[in-house]
């Protein structure tokens, strides 16, 4: 298969760049069996509990996190856009991403925005994106993005509907949530339950 193949089947089928594949993929730790090799005891004691290995399981979390990157990449804003759509300068862009209060992750040593982010908007002639950060975020991303996790675990929690947020009865993600109008505190409660279930 030529580059070019390769370029028109992710455009074709995923809607990605090749460049977005890359960068995704570099956020994927390296595979190296040798570095968790388990003891002949360990491993005995793991197959009898039923935890056999599966490499084929590792290749679809893998090939998964991978598309996830990848789509995160290729809908993200640059700081220019970011810069542009919500009408301020590069350091106050810059001041938000250190304080945690824009989310950014690197792409190859510049940084890009998540579009989930934000609620845009196209106005006048020719259209301009304009880029607002969805209410309540400024309070939810610090506490999130302290804490080290993969860009694809923040997306999953700001994406996934969680049963504790209900409109109508039925659960909202984080995002649906706050775009809804509803309160910050039971999100950050969210993430709070998240810290002390992983401790």
């Not at 009898?48 to 090939?63: L, M, W």
């Not at 950014?104 to 002639?125: C, K, M, N």
């Not at 020719?126 to 610090?142: E, I």
Request: charged share 25%; aromatic share 6%; hydrophobic share 45%.
């Amino acid at each position: 298969m030529s580059t070019d193949e390769l370029d028109e089947l992710l455009m074709d089928r995923f809607q990605l760049r090749r460049s977005d594949l890359i960068a995704a993929l570099k956020t994927l730790p390296a595979q190296r069996p040798w570095a968790g090799a388990l003891t002949e005891e360990e491993a005995q004691l793991l197959d009898a509990a039923g935890f056999t290995e599966d490499p084929k399981a590792y290749a679809e979390v893998a090939a998964d996190v991978t598309a996830h990157m990848a789509r995160l990449y290729s809908t993200a804003y640059t700081a220019a856009e970011v810069r542009e759509g919500l009408g301020v300068n590069d350091s106050r862009v810059r001041q938000r991403r250190l304080a945690h209060k824009l989310w950014a992750i690197d792409d190859g040593g510049r940084w890009v925005y998540p579009a989930l982010q934000f609620e845009s908007t196209h106005t006048g002639r020719p259209p301009r994106l304009k880029l607002k950060l969805v209410r309540g975020l400024d309070q939810v991303l610090p506490a999130l993005l302290g804490r080290g996790l993969h860009p694809t675990a923040i997306a999953g929690l700001l994406m996934t509907p969680q049963p504790d947020l209900r409109i109508g009865g039925r659960p909202k993600s984080v995002r649906e949530w706050l775009l809804h109008g509803e309160p910050v505190e039971p999100v950050l409660a969210l993430i709070d339950i998240g810290d002390w279930a992983a401790t």
